[in-house]
């Protein structure tokens, strides 16, 4: 979650806390986070585990400026995000040297490529205990392409091989996890759930914006008489941007006030983002914002969130953010959005590629404001309740101190 206020440094809280103030040894955890070149976002989680009193250090490809700005330590290592096994044993030889050279006492690798060159890092140094973190299953396990077929196997052997080189390996949907022991890629009695990477309640409330900021800021995007449905996500085909496209077509044939707001990364996708004359075609209901830093503000003036993914996701952080903000949403029946979506309940569920009845979903939610109201207050008490930063923090504390004692 992106904001621009600072807030003060995060003082231990939870019963990890109290274990760890009893505990000087403890205290003294130095925990390395591995990730790729959005590690950033996770930064309310590495400064609540700092806050709880380990020493945290986080590795990524991406720029070193947030961290910088927050006080952490962060080393850059070299990681190609794309199928590249040369880059691939180069990122894993850095890895092995760096966790040789500080010795850290757990290495957590998140995401697809880290969470399998943490385990082999450390195996390779002989240093530390590593912890992995099964944030979905993504493209290969998602799309029936002759690629993602062909990956299949492959990507299974690898893990097969990198579960016993784990301590433990974390899961934020039952889904997953059942797929991993009936497939022999965790090892047995080495596994935790953990749904979702966790959400600050009291950060992103404090940059809830009140009506009159909200009203400048549809004037600012000259929205001021819309109705808004927002879209937080990478512009991928297996993200479900052209179901979208094709379901906003319908929506606006329907409802011409209505204006599609996407936010997130399109020109870095490679080969898997929607091309630029795709959006332009759904102009002017369609409009792509590209990367925001202000994305609680943009969910502060939203009717409806939609994620209309394709992709077996872990817990999406878009679904929290957006429920958070008291968002009727839409999404669809993949992994990882159902933990967080209760068809009828506090949102809409559909089945992915079908812009037909994401249309219908959208429309019906368009049309009935109190159920968009109610639902909206039901995904934020939900949120709140299962899915807090400080729980989620709490539950990764008990998991360090469990691996460290071996």
């Known amino acids: 979650m992106n904001c621009s206020a600072q807030r003060p440094a995060l003082a231990p809280a939870g019963t990890a806390a109290r274990r760890l103030q009893r505990s000087p040894r403890a205290t003294r955890q130095k925990v390395w986070c591995l990730g790729g070149e959005d590690i950033h976002l996770r930064m309310p989680f590495f400064r609540k585990l700092a806050g709880l009193g380990f020493d945290v250090t986080v590795l990524g490809s991406g720029e070193a400026e947030p961290f910088a700005r927050h006080g952490l330590p962060y080393i850059r290592y070299p990681l190609r995000r ?15 040297r760096l966790v040789g050279a500080h010795r850290p006492d757990v290495v957590h690798g998140f995401d697809t490529k880290p969470s399998l060159l943490a385990p082999l890092a450390t195996s390779r140094a002989g240093v530390g205990r590593a912890v992995r973190t099964i944030n979905g299953m993504g493209y290969i396990f998602s799309s029936r392409s002759p690629a993602a077929l062909a990956l299949r196997p492959v990507y299974r052997g690898l893990q097969r091989y990198v579960a016993p080189r784990a301590a433990m390996t974390i899961f934020q949907n039952a889904q997953d996890r059942a797929y991993f022991e009936a497939h022999g890629l965790v090892a047995l009695g080495r596994s935790r759930l953990i749904p979702g990477a966790g959400i600050d309640v009291d950060d992103f409330n404090a940059c809830n914006l009140d009506s009159g900021a909200q009203a400048r800021l549809r004037g600012e995007l000259g929205l001021q ?6 879209t937080v996500s990478r512009l991928t085909r297996q993200k479900g941007i052209p179901t979208l496209l094709e379901a906003a077509a319908r929506v606006a044939a329907r409802h011409s006030e209505v204006v599609f707001l996407l ?13 630029a004359s795709a959006l332009e075609r ?4 369609v409009r792509a914002l590209g990367v925001r830093n202000d994305v609680p503000a943009l969910l502060a003036i939203t009717d409806i969130f939609v994620l209309p993914t394709q992709y077996r996701e872990g817990v999406p952080r878009a679904l929290l ?29 559909v ?9 219908r979903a959208i429309i019906t939610l368009l049309e009935r404001p109190e159920l ?5 207050q039901r995904s934020r008490d939900f949120v709140r309740e299962h899915f807090s930063l400080e729980r989620v923090a709490d539950a990764h504390a008990k998991v360090y101190e469990e691996v460290s004692r071996g």
Not at 372 to 376: A, K, L, S
Request: net charge negative; aromatic share 4%.
């Open 372 to 376: 968009r109201r109610e639902m909206g």
């Open 321 to 349: 953010e957006a429920g958070l903000a008291g968002s009727a949403i839409v999404t669809t029946t993949m992994p990882g959005c159902t933990d967080v979506v209760r068809d009828g309940w506090n949102g809409l569920l």
């Open 282 to 285: 759904h102009a002017p209901y």
């Open 263 to 275: 936010v997130g990364p399109r020109e870095a996708e490679g080969p898997l983002a929607v091309s």
């Open 225 to 230: 008489h819309n109705t808004i449905v927002t």
């Open 351 to 359: 089945e992915p590629s079908d812009a037909r009845a994401l249309a």
């Open 82 to 96: 794309f199928l590249n096994p040369g880059a691939d044993v180069r990122s894993l030889r850095e890895i092995v």
